[in-house]
């Protein structure tokens, strides 16, 4: 506590000291070369916060005020005004160049820089973060993120604003491939390694959407309802662990309500939880049109307005602070997280160096982390590996894997190269339009097999599909579901009658393999009738190598789940998607901003239903057999565990793994922990995982540390986290659904 006093009272003094320096010169950054002296901010031997401090103290009331919102709609919307500064991203904050303070320009970035075709850039398309996610591998998060902001940097951005973070709790969601997990320690690891990866390049990071955007159906007008317990434990303490590991200068508050406030104008979630609690630094920017008010907002948290054309931060801000409506401590506290910010991430002192993006070499990490991604979820009488030396003939069949690989809708939307691969038409990637990606997995698996004949079918007529795998040895069928912002999906069904396609193909030929080009979890019926099932997610730019990589075993599978593929609807906590009526089709986001004058009821979303058993947890309370479980994924080789080990105050487990098959595979061991029954959570939670690359026939002693934080629960009478006492149950295994591994133990309350 002193010692933070001290720190302060030290800013203080340096302040003024320096405030007589700042008078007697200009305070202007002095042009380069000129042997001016450089204003007292610039000393980058001084922390961040002291820098802001020094910067700040020089800005006018009108100053202030203009960093704190966006300019407005931009290139976002027609007719909207761009600055001649703009750089052609989602949004564009002007800087105060008199004080050497750059523009902050701000793009999209989910799974790739959105919108580079307007400049005509390119950008690499990385796998979804969902399917990145699906490799429980940090340092595959790490590469994502900085392959990220490699792009941005080169095209003369200085922020990213994807880092998509909400739980997976509605499986139906439309933005599920932005986000990460069901499991909040999975997504928050993942995501928070992702934002460490593109920070790494001297650029602000983000993680949207605070907190519980689980669906896009009536995204600006729904209630998110989950007591403080459940929230804490899951929904949050993923946002908690991301943030906590990246330190991101931006956090983007969501579009909808959450226990009745706008999650932009949320003291709890915002004042309380993010900064006070979490000690987060950075500023909190709205989603884009998801202020709606000025007071309110300004004192519950949010720092910068986006895109700002409501004028909520703007003139009524400055009003506020001269009527004393807005203490002017708190607008300085609002420029100083923008500020310190822009210090603390490097943009100030290394700005973006414009520079072609390398392609080739974006391709390469894309492929690299779809190979790590892909899940191998069936391998009935081992189909797979195919043999290039073996195979005579395939049929491959639909979803165009002729021209390439789908992918995700909305403002996570990145340009395909020469436009989108199926019917390119001039322009960029529009939005509300499924576009492909030019990686074709038939040309792949053709290059894999020189010797067999490969026929093509576009899986358009059920009868001609059964016909083309009848003729050939082997049939591979590749099935979408295409998904974007704005809308969730009805059902976890494939759509456009996919399935009847596998299943005409599964009876025409035993030898059928599927391929999965999905946004997140989907049925299939037909499951029983095919031998093999590669879940690929959006594959990103890569995706058809390594497609072809992975179903010939040059690479060997390795993904477990990030997420439960339900059997049916009927076994989630929200059998239907809440509020996705025939009234509001299911993008009631459109209908609120376009027809006002048929707007939709407000609506609850009552996540109290499953509370803090999400996902998996559900199905194990429930006693549901899911389709495929949590953590589950196969591999060409086997592995096995023993000796479980776990250490007295369980601060970690150590375990025996070994590969037993013969070849070489990384495992993904996964920890999980049963709290004592007083906690009144009965099922087994992730606390811990570890990728573990093993050659065959060896073996590993494998020793994971166990974070406290994971074995205790949140009390919101005492407002804070403690581990229970009681009989604790650690399992360890291979998936959430096979822990061969078990062991009790009693703790101490801590
Ligand atoms: C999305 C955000 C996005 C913003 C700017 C909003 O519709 O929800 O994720 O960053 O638009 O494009």
Redesign the pocket.
Known sequence: MNHHRNLSLARIALVLCLTCFAQAQSAAKPAPGSSAPQPPWMNSSLDPDTRADLMIHEMTLDEKIQLVHGDGWGV?RAGAFVNTRHNGG??FVPGIPRLGLPDINLA?SAYGVRMAALQSRYATALPSVLGMSASWDPDAAFLFGSVIGRELRAMGFNMS?GGGMDLIREPRNGRNFEYSSEDPILAGTMVGHLAMGVQSNHIMGDI??YALNDQETGRNILDAKLDARAMRETDLLAFRIAITLAKPAGV?CA?NHINGDYACENDYTLNQVLKRDWGFKGFVLS??GGTHSTVKAALAGLDQDQPGDDNFFSDPLKQAVLSGQVPQARLDDMVHRIVRSMFANDVIDHPPVRSVVDPFRGRDDAQKIEEESAVLLQNTGNILPLSAQTVRSIAIIGGHADVGVLSGGG?AQVDSPGGNAVNPVPGGSPWGKAIYFPSSPLRYIREQAPGAAIAYDPGTDNAAAAKAAASAQLAIVFVTQWMT?GQDSATLSLPDNQDALVSAVAAANPNTVVVLETGGPVTMPWAPNVKGILESWYPGIGGGQAIANLLFGRVNPSAKLPVTFAATEADLPHPQVTGLTPRTGNNADTVTRNQPRQRPQPFAVDYNVEGMAVGYRWFQEKSKQPLFPFGFGLSYTQFAYSNLKVDPGARSVTFDLRNTGSQSGDEIAEVYVTLPASTGEPFRKLAAFKRVPLAPGMSQSVQIPLDPLYLSTYSTATDSWSRPAGDFLIEVGGSSAALPLRQSLRLAAQ
Do not use: N, T
Request: charged content about 30%.
């Open positions: 976002l989602a949004g999209d604003i949207k959407h983007m579009y989603d884009w403002s912002e």
